[in-house]
């Protein structure tokens, strides 16, 4: 009997270090990388080491053999690129979900306002009740809205802007006042190119102009100023998710301008008595 107890035994244990060695030859190998998405753009960086024979699927029907490759994606959608390697010799792979949205050709740190040319779309060109406004483009990607502003002024004039934003595109919600066409729940305002902007958000009955002081840093920035026979041009950002409701598909801004001793009202974007300008985010 205590033979056979013990053949029992080595027969067990036989089978645990077999399942033991089976279940080590089918661990999966680690394998990871880092995505880097500037608008349709995307930089491919592996973070694992001991890495060799990569190839890269990037989910659209290309593919590289690079270990650090830069692509370019397109247009917008969901892609799901794979990276196969090896790694310390055994072979891997690893996937990822990137969404390409609507890229800018704005870039608000090149010191130029060239880039502008190339938008066409979302413009106001100002009309008889524009005032010192001449022209103000709009364009947007995943994480900012851009704004071009063309005006006859100088920034030495400290002129006082007013931006009332209808961040959520809805009239049952924010101030129905300082623009028809919405409910403006942000109030952006100061004297931008001197001194800054301070931030408001209503926050009482829609027809009550009144708003709360904000605390929120890097909500926008501003680019190239460029001044020349008396027209003041100038680029900046809004930071979408830094301001309350901006995320959205559309949102609707309007600007105004006043002297820097409230003593008059210098214009409008769009002209004075229109709409807030829509800009329609859905791509």
Request: aromatic share 10%.
């Amino acid at each position: 009997m205590k033979n056979i107890i013990y053949v029992l035994l080595l027969l067990m244990m036989s089978s645990v270090l077999g399942s033991c060695k089976k279940n080590e030859a089918e661990r999966l190998t680690d394998l990871s990388y880092d995505v880097e998405v500037n608008g349709n753009q995307v930089t491919f960086t592996p973070t694992t080491k001991g890495l060799s024979n990569y190839k890269w699927d990037f989910g659209d029907g290309q593919s590289s053999t690079e270990a650090n490759p830069v692509h370019v994606y397109p247009g917008k959608g969901k892609y799901v690129p794979t990276l196969y390697a090896s790694v310390d010799g055994k072979a891997a792979e690893a996937s990822t979900i990137l969404r390409i949205a609507k890229s800018s050709p704005v870039k608000i740190d090149d010191k130029t306002l060239a880039d502008w040319d190339n938008i066409t779309a979302n413009v106001i060109t100002s009309g008889p009740k524009g005032g010192v406004f001449r022209k103000v483009k709009y364009d947007y990607d995943g994480n900012n809205i851009y704004i071009y502003v063309e005006m006859a002024s100088a920034k030495s004039n400290g002129d006082i802007f007013d931006f009332y934003i209808d961040s959520d595109n809805s009239s049952t919600t924010g101030f129905l006042g300082g623009f028809p066409g919405g409910g403006y729940d942000v109030l952006m305002e100061g004297s931008l190119l001197t001194t800054g902007l301070d931030i408001f958000y209503h926050n009482g009955e829609q027809s009550s102009f009144s708003f709360d002081e904000q605390s929120i840093t890097d909500a926008y920035q501003i680019g190239t100023v460029v001044e020349s026979g008396g027209i003041l041009k100038f680029e900046m950002q809004l930071v979408r998710s830094k301001l309350k409701g901006l995320t959205g598909t559309a949102a609707r801004i309007g600007l105004m301008a006043t002297k820097n001793d409230w003593s008059v009202t210098l214009g409008s974007a769009p002209d004075s008595g229109q709409p807030g300008f829509l800009i329609d985010m859905n791509e």
